[in-house]
């Protein structure tokens, strides 16, 4: 009978007004199982641990992320798979960082969470932690169907490193925009075989660390140049996301590509993203992004924020060498960028 381990850090799922304040706050899910009694209906063995604080997801920090990869890494022969619980606003990039972290991966780490808690009548909880069971159980050629870090939520299956949050209402509260729906549950569970993941690494291993030395700039018209200048002379980070405009585009400033080339030049690596939620950065399409290219910044193609961030984290933990991190950012690592 295929296994799976729920691994519970928290989240609306989980979550229970506080008596005083009527906000919702993390709660102790101890029985998973319990709560949910049709899991023990379904054609897998089910285990549940859980983080020993469960938090809300916007207090998830790396060191959570490593938590979470320890917990798969600590019980990866034991399970044919992982479903993780997991609050909504942050997921995104904790299945990116988690993409990054596992190498090698053969079995399918889930992430899901809902919009209502779990205790309440109208719960999505209950439907995406059961499908998210389904997903990661399904084996084909006795082997599992998904190998990667995938994202369940309101019957769609999604690569991890691929989504968004896009909704604070809707169930469907998740978008993939730049990549193909992976999976989709309906009467059946449908998969697109052509669009899973499969690794070329031999063994399993998870490599943790990430620098956290690292800023995200958003663009916007009329920003000051005085702001763009304290962070780009800011000794302290090593790694900067700006966020632009449309397909890459910044202000064309002459002060402001010179502050770039010069903060590239003293080791700073500066990556661009877009500020459109869907499409890619393609420096050199306008005059306003051909400063930006010619200053060193990198262009993160079609990848999401998300991703992005996890993954400048990731590599400048790994190496002092700018040149090095730039081109592992141009290079397509778990499915996160179409190169
Ligand atoms: N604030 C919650 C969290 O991310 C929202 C959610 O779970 O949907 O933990």
Redesign the pocket.
């Known amino acids: 009978m295929t296994s799976i381990l729920i691994i519970y850090t928290?989240?609306?799922?989980g979550m229970i007004e506080s008596v005083d304040r009527q906000t919702l706050v993390p709660f102790d899910l101890p029985h998973v199982l319990d709560t949910i009694p049709e899991l023990r209906k379904l054609d897998a063995k089910l285990d549940s641990i859980a983080f020993e604080k469960p938090i809300?997801?916007?207090d998830m920090e790396p060191t959570g992320w490593m938590k979470i990869a320890a917990m798969v890494a600590d019980n990866y022969d034991a399970y044919d798979g992982f479903v993780i619980l997991h609050?909504?606003?942050?997921l995104a990039y904790t299945a990116s960082a988690l993409s990054y972290m596992f190498s090698g991966l053969r079995k399918p780490v889930v992430l899901t969470?809902?919009?209502l808690p779990i205790g309440m009548i109208r719960t999505d909880a209950r439907d995406n932690l059961i499908t998210s069971v389904e997903f990661a159980a399904r084996s084909m050629n006795d082997e599992p169907v998904v190998q990667e870090v995938v994202v369940c939520f309101e019957d769609l299956l999604y690569r991890g490193n691929r989504t968004k949050k896009y909704s604070t209402e809707a169930f469907d509260a998740f978008i993939s925009p730049n990549y193909p729906v992976l999976g989709e549950a309906g009467v059946n569970l449908n998969f697109d075989f052509e669009e899973l993941y499969r690794s070329d690494e031999e063994a399993f291993k998870v490599v943790g660390g990430f620098d956290q030395r690292v800023a995200v700039l958003t663009m916007f018209p009329g920003i000051m140049p005085e702001l763009v200048r304290s962070v780009l002379r800011n000794t302290d980070l090593r790694g900067l996301v700006m966020m632009t405009f449309g397909s890459g585009n910044a202000p064309s400033d002459k002060a402001l590509i010179d502050e770039l080339t010069l903060a590239v030049e003293r080791g700073m690596v500066i990556v661009n993203v877009t500020q459109c939620a869907k499409g890619k950065v393609e420096q050199g399409k306008y005059e306003t992004s051909v400063g930006l290219m010619n200053a060193g910044v990198v262009s993160c193609g079609d990848m999401t924020l998300e991703a992005t961030l996890t993954k400048l984290m990731f590599l400048l933990d790994k190496s002092d060498d700018a040149d090095w991190v730039k081109e592992q950012m141009l290079t397509n690592l778990r499915g996160e960028l179409t190169v």
């Open positions: 928290g989240g609306t799922i809300d997801s916007s609050g909504s606003d942050t969470g809902s919009q």
